[in-house]
């Protein structure tokens, strides 16, 4: 299982996953995968899909959200492309989960030709309350 992940240079201390990879882990990892999509808004509103199963997180803080993750969680990181830099150390912030970023990001996701889900911003994500 070691051989799917890679270290990925510009978010040092969080592994790589590949598309295809995680596509494979979904269904026996239900239970300890958790998917964060990172998109701002906009991207999300110029294409409402994600991963099946990832949690939006526009305007969400992320740091809370670490905090509240059950322990030994799995946890996959993914934006259009790459996830931004100001993510590079959520890893730090709890020792007891894992941490992945999704290689290629959505773009890869949607290359792969792997299954997708509708997002709609108004249900179903965690979004900021005024």
């Not at 890679?6 to 958790?34: T, W, Y």
């Not at 290359?111 to 249900?123: G, I, K, N, Q, T």
């Amino acid at each position: 299982m070691w051989q799917i992940f890679q270290r990925n240079r510009a978010l040092r201390g969080i592994v790589e996953i590949s598309a295809e990879h995680l596509s494979v882990l979904l269904e026996p990892l239900r239970s300890k995968l958790i998917i964060l999509d990172l998109r701002p808004r906009d991207e999300v509103e110029e294409y409402p899909r994600i991963i099946p199963g990832a949690l939006l997180t526009t305007e969400v803080d992320l740091p809370t959200l670490i905090g509240w993750m059950p322990p030994d969680a799995w946890v996959v990181l993914y934006a259009t492309d790459r996830v931004p830099g100001s993510c590079s150390r959520l890893h730090l912030l709890r020792n007891d989960l894992s941490f992945y970023v999704l290689s290629g990001g959505l773009r890869a996701w949607w290359r792969a030709d792997l299954a997708m889900e509708s997002a709609d911003l108004f249900a179903g994500y965690l979004q900021r309350r005024d």
